[in-house]
């Protein structure tokens, strides 16, 4: 069986294969080890995919398509206006899938035993892996596994170096960047932790030298308008310029000066005077270093918090290997080894890496196995016979020796055991056969070594077994021990109505593959046929409050549309059977008994095209999560002095710098990054500052119901109100979390109040109406409003109010401190 690892990257991709021995790399039809992810299509309608598709896009960006892994799990199209052409981010990735796979010899492209495994970011969520897979599948790759690059990353070093220690794999790439802390130990190796950021790459670099060096270059010297960076009309001189650049950046990794240089004929720009444009701009190694600081900075810190993770200090380090198209430039690899306090190393080849490690790891899986999970490490015989006889041994090894054991029921005197190399002709010779006895057997080749047991009975005869072939395979790495990379949880409520509650299903650090099986309950009923459904969201993060701060990944629903009879009950049981791989992809299977019904992630799924994000029309979305997060921090900054919420604020002001019509998916996509490392960051002060917090929440809770609520509310709902103040003043210093239950508490009790309100019923209506950048699911929300629209026309505000609660039950977005109805519709059991 043949095994294949592709390096599915931002900028370029990788391939390679290996037969159980040794690794070859593929390489283009021009000798490159690596191929530009970029594809062209000219105007005759050929199409070019790696070099030629590179080389033509700076040129040409209206007929080409890069960049775009940055955009899988998305709904974003990939426009190539100049041929009227409209991809997603899958259909360009499995044209790149399609193109490496066809650098392979045709006897493992046509072999239907292949098995291939695709590398994606530790950061990747579900639906970008869901991505990756569909673009497999559209490639037409046959068996197909995913695997986190830093895993794979540190498959290939281990190949390399057989020495034990701890030690650093810093993968920085085009787009993302990994760190996986590995320990190796005879040649098998456990991931302590990874981590890592999602928008830290060569394309960040490249982005920073136009937006600071070119571009102020340009307006300095051509009359050029000052929105350059987002002006239609000169797009072309954008992308030829930014390629320019990176000419120069690469440049630099050899000498200390360089020259972002392009002649008129080559930019074939004019400016708004009708001159034409040039680049000559001198740029050296330590002007280019203090731009790329700050992102420098980032990735150490990022790579600090690992180590964190791992209960690890720079002493306890070995070594800090590097790898990534980026990590060839020294002075990048000096800075994060100076500043960490490790020993550098570049034993790896920083190009091919990943693509090497995905090929080894490709042996490592039971392709047969649907979950695509690892082979077993132990192996068994049952050789049976009259002595009921069985061996057991250690199947799979990077160790040049394996030890194997018999078992026996009873004693037999004089029987004796022989175990035999058929490759080598290498014999054991005959040792006395009792329970426990062992053999001590020599693999002398990687791959598979096959053995042949022999048993004698006590005269000499030999004893017929019914299997008598063992075979152990020697390994080129194993890793054992693959953490999870963030935590996934559940959303769900503590009771019908109740508070919404993370419950989780893997644990950032946790040991991968993991299954489980969790109880739940429908929080409502659910007709067969009908509109509705029970829903299942997933979240990636550990922010207890507010959940909506946590980066949302998916949704498993139970739609009335999946099942022809029955009506699940509110109190149902929902028994939810999980599984996430290696790869950290979630596998889902929720049963129903009252209805026996049965319901698959395969199928259920939320990750279809219009469940995605499109980031070219995110702006508002962001805008408005800026602002309210700015908020919140500027409560909290009233009260608190932590240095965290200044990172926070850096990050929003970042973030809420975005243009109101911002369609480029890069910008809008950092900024939405941005706006999420500072939820995160206020989530951490929160967890130090928790009296304080819970002060300023209640406060202003009851700031809420004075100013908007208390003039519609009855007597006894006033005195209710109150009377709950005073029991959730009572329960600030408590560490548990009741302060948190009497604080929804409050907060649902002064929404139910305004909820019979007509006119609040209608404000909200016209609000979620216009809130599109709150749903992912955008056919299901033009449906509702529709719905909407005909009963406030009718005046039927009972139907408008059903409407609503809809709306809110499939909204993602956070709304902000009124924030009651979005939520799941599902019981903690």
Known sequence: ???????????????CSFDGESIRLHKSPEQYDVTPSAIFIDRRGNKYVGSRAY?????????????FKRLMGTSTPVKMPAVDLTLTPEECSAEVLRTLFGYLPEEIRADGNTGTVITVPAAFNQMQKDSTMSAADMAGLGRVALMQEPVAAVMSIM??????????????????????IAESISGRVNLLSHGGIAMCGGRDFDRILFDNVVKPWLLENFDLPVDLASDPKYRSLRTIATWAAERAKIALSQNDEAVISLAESELGA?????????????????????????????????????????????????????????????NLRDKVAFELGIASSTEANPMTAVAEGAAVFAESIDWDSQSRGRKSSRGALSAGGALDLSFNYIARTPEPRAKIVARLLRAHTGVELQIDSLDTGWSSGRVALKDGASIELSLTKPGDNVFKVFVFDSNGAPVDLREDKIVIARTAVSVDAIPASHTVSVEVRDKVGGRLLLDYLVREGEQLPKKGKKTFKA???????????????????????????????????????????????????????FEVLDSGNIRLEVSVPSISGSFQSGHNYY?????????????????????????????????????????AREKLQKASGIKPGETDPETAKQAMDNVQDAKRLLALSRKENLKEIRQLDLDKSVDFFEKNVRQHAGVTEITSFDNLVKTAQRAIPNPSGDFESHLDDLRGRSFMILWRQDWFVI???KWLAQGTHLFADLREHAQLVAVGAEALKANDI????????????????????????????????
């Open 607 to 647: 990750s279809s095209q219009e469940g995605k994000i499109d980031y070219t029309s995110q702006a508002k979305n962001i805008k408005e999560q800026s602002a309210i997060t700015l908020g919140r921090l500027e409560e909290m900054a009233s009260e608190l002095d932590d240095s965290r919420l200044e990172q």
């Open 763 to 765: 404000d909200r209506f």
């Open 1 to 15: 069986m043949k095994y294949v690892g592709i390096d599915l990257g931002t900028t370029n991709s990788a391939i």
């Open 523 to 577: 929080g409502e009923s659910l007709k067969a046929g009908s509109a509705g459904s029970l829903k299942f969201k997933l979240w990636e993060g550990e922010i207890s409050d507010s959940i909506n701060d946590n980066r949302f990944i998916g949704m498993f629903e139970i739609k009335g549309t999946d099942f022809d009879d029955g009506v699940i009950t509110a109190g149902a049981e929902l028994i939810c059977e």
């Open 270 to 330: 004019r400016d708004l005077a009708g001159e034409e444009v040039y680049l000559d701009i001198p740029i050296d190694r330590n002007q280019y270093d203090g731009l790329i600081a700050s992102k420098l900075d980032e990735s150490i810190q990022a790579t600090r918090e690992s180590l964190e993770k791992a209960g690890l200090s720079p002493h306890d380090v070995e070594r800090l290997v590097f790898v990534g198209g980026p990590a060839q430039y020294k």
């Open 159 to 180: 190949r390399q170096r057989k020495n034990d220690g701890v030690f650093i794999v810093y993968d920085i790439g085009g787009g993302t960047l990994d760190v996986a």
């Open 798 to 829: 009972d139907k408008l109010r059903t409407a609503v609660a809809h709306l809110d039950s499939i909204r993602i977005g956070s709304a902000g401190e009124a924030d009651m109805m979005a939520g799941a519709n599902i019981v903690r059991s």
């Open 55 to 67: 080389n033509n896009a700076s040129r040409n960006p209206d007929s080409a398509a890069t960049l």
